[in-house]
């Protein structure tokens, strides 16, 4: 599989500009890059913390997955995120091990990550990702 550590960890907040003040003002970490990623309808705001990142996501739709999640759940842990070394590869392998994918093919996420889920049934309840660099 070769993961080499947890990138980020994804948090669904209702308003990224009041979650980024705890971040910034009690935390003390200080937010780098604020995005839109229009195919996932989120804006993500992003804090770096030893290898791993914070990605704080607000949603741009009710209708998209971070919208859903929020009116089901509430605000909270939304994903884990992995970095693999070869995405392809460790989807192949999560799939050969029964393992629900979400995303059969890597797509483009935030950071110019190639990103891809697999699916939160089949990973006890936690919505699981594997990312890795883009070339
Ligand atoms: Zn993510």
Do not use: W
Not at 90 to 108: M, T
């Amino acid at each position: 599989m070769n993961i080499t550590h947890i990138e980020h960890i994804g948090i669904a907040v209702k308003n990224l500009e009041e979650s980024i003040k705890f971040y910034e003002t009690v935390l003390g970490l200080k937010c780098y890059a604020i995005e839109e990623v229009t195919d996932q309808k989120v804006k993500t705001a992003f804090f770096q913390v030893g290898q791993t990142k914070i990605e704080l996501l607000e949603s741009t739709d009710s209708e998209g997955p971070i919208g859903k999640f929020i009116e089901k759940k509430g605000e909270g842990i939304h994903h884990l995120a992995f970095a693999v070394k070869n995405l392809q590869s460790a989807l192949n392998h999560a799939k050969a091990n029964d393992i629900k994918l979400i995303d059969e093919k890597p797509r483009r996420g935030a950071e110019r990550l190639n990103i891809a889920f697999l699916h939160p049934k089949s990973t006890n309840g936690v919505l699981t990702e594997f990312c890795s660099k883009s070339e």
